[in-house]
């Protein structure tokens, strides 16, 4: 069967997709801290900071493919302490697809919208990247990194992310989920957008690639089909739950490292993968 090593299990969209790569692939995960309770695949612990455990794991698994999910994902994180958030998003990323080349396995990147600044959406595979911060920044790097190496490989360019999968790690939307469910109000931008993905969406796109015969490589937006702002996606939730849509209160921005609007072109993915992301009102539906 074949064998997938899954990076950062234990985050929003890890364990997602360890939980739905688990029902057609040997599965195994890892994470640096914490090894989960029924947990349907084999999972090792690997600090991605520390080559020499990156490289013991991977020749340990001998994996068929990698699915790099893992990142240091908070903005502010990535601002405080830069030197960490370079290793985990771009040097370790270099290293597994430096790894995958030499041993002829496929190698999966997960990146972010966030590396574009905002200015001239919607973005395609040929937008230049302009990020305003160092999470994008450090997911740039990690994208130029693994382009560089060739190999057979794929970089999936990923939305905001939506879903509510067990004991996950929170976010954005698990924490608008939560407060609406209990009542509480919750304050988002109206002028802010993106185009939210459905987690299992991302699934289905790394199940498709890995199946077929002959992969496309390179790079590869992946985003939902409507531009909403951050108001427009709570409303949504709000009207799903069942609750008074004046919890949500629409605000504006008011500065930092969050650009307005990173909307993404997805024709790529929909002509060479035959993946169209899930309606919004329809995957809320399903989270």
């Not at 993106?194 to 987690?199: A, K, M």
Request: glycine share 8%; charged share 25%; with cysteine.
């Amino acid at each position: 069967m074949t064998k997938v090593l899954v990076t950062g299990a234990t985050g929003f969209l890890g364990s997602r997709l360890v939980e739905r790569l688990a029902g057609s692939f040997r599965v195994v995960s890892t994470s640096r801290t914490r090894t989960p309770k029924n947990w349907p695949a084999a999972h090792e612990l690997c600090d991605l900071l520390s080559p020499y455990e990156v490289e013991e794991l991977f020749f340990q698994v001998r994996p068929d493919f990698v699915v790099h999910c893992a990142a240091v994902a908070s903005v502010q994180v990535c601002e405080e302490e830069r030197k960490m958030a370079f290793g985990v998003n771009a040097a370790a990323a270099k290293l597994l697809a430096r790894l995958s080349k030499k041993t002829r396995a496929g190698f999966v990147l997960i990146s972010t919208d966030q590396v574009f600044d905002g200015s001239s959406p919607p973005y395609d595979e040929t937008s230049e990247p302009s990020p305003v911060s160092e999470y994008g920044r450090t997911k740039v790097a990690a994208e130029s990194a693994v382009a560089g190496l060739g190999g057979e490989h794929i970089i999936l360019r990923a939305a905001l992310l939506y879903d509510y999968p067990p004991g996950a790690t929170r976010n954005f939307f698990v924490s608008v989920i939560e407060s609406l469910a209990s009542s509480r109000p919750v304050d988002l931008f109206v002028d802010q957008f993106r185009t939210p993905l459905l987690s299992d969406d991302v699934y289905r796109a790394v199940s498709a690639w890995i199946g077929m015969e002959k992969r496309p490589t390179g790079l590869f937006h992946l985003g939902g089909p409507e531009r909403l702002s951050r108001y427009e996606m709570g409303l949504g939730f709000a009207r799903e739950l069942g609750v008074s849509e004046e919890l949500v209160r629409p605000v504006k921005m008011a500065g930092g490292f969050a650009p307005r609007d990173v909307s993404l072109a997805t024709g790529r993915i929909e002509s060479s993968l035959g993946i169209r992301a899930t309606p919004y009102n329809d995957g809320v539906r399903t989270v």
